[in-house]
């Protein structure tokens, strides 16, 4: 017999992945910053790690993130990653770093 109703498990469908990066000079609020904008886009970031290493001259600590955002379907009206990427460029350059997203 049993025929229940279990669980169904619906899986967004992804309407635009792209990987992010950010490097440059460790300060507080990096991560918050970079992750608000994502978020001001509707992007969700899937996975993300961090790195830190003292920087060559300077004794100051180099600090990375990278990671993978989505957007899911259905992408909101004007959803542009132009635009987004424009956005961290201007991010990083007020934070001293180097933003990036790629498709």
Same mark, same amino acid.
């Given at each position: 017999?049993?025929?229940?109703?279990?669980?169904?498990?619906?899986?967004?469908?992804?309407?635009?992945?792209?990987?992010?990066?950010?490097?440059?000079?460790?300060?507080?609020?990096?991560?918050?910053?970079?992750?608000?904008?994502? #978020?001001?886009?509707?992007?969700?970031?899937?996975?993300? #790690?961090?790195?830190?290493?003292?920087?060559?001259?300077?004794?100051?600590?180099?600090?990375?993130?990278?990671?993978?955002?989505?957007?899911?379907?259905?992408?909101?009206?004007?959803?542009?990653?132009? *635009?987004?990427?424009? /956005?961290? /460029? /201007?991010?990083?350059?007020?934070?001293?770093?180097?933003? *990036?997203?790629? /498709?």
């Amino acid at each position: 017999g049993g025929g229940g109703g279990g669980d169904v498990e619906v899986t967004p469908r992804i309407g635009y992945s792209g990987r992010f990066s950010l490097t440059g000079a460790d300060h507080p609020g990096m991560v918050h910053r970079l992750t608000t904008l994502l #978020s001001r886009h509707n992007l969700s970031i899937d996975r993300m #790690s961090t790195t830190q290493e003292e920087a060559p001259f300077g004794g100051a600590t180099l600090f990375g993130v990278a990671g993978t955002a989505n957007a899911y379907e259905p992408l909101a009206d004007g959803f542009d990653p132009t *635009k987004i990427g424009m /956005e961290l /460029e /201007e991010l990083g350059e007020e934070m001293n770093c180097d933003v *990036k997203l790629v /498709e």
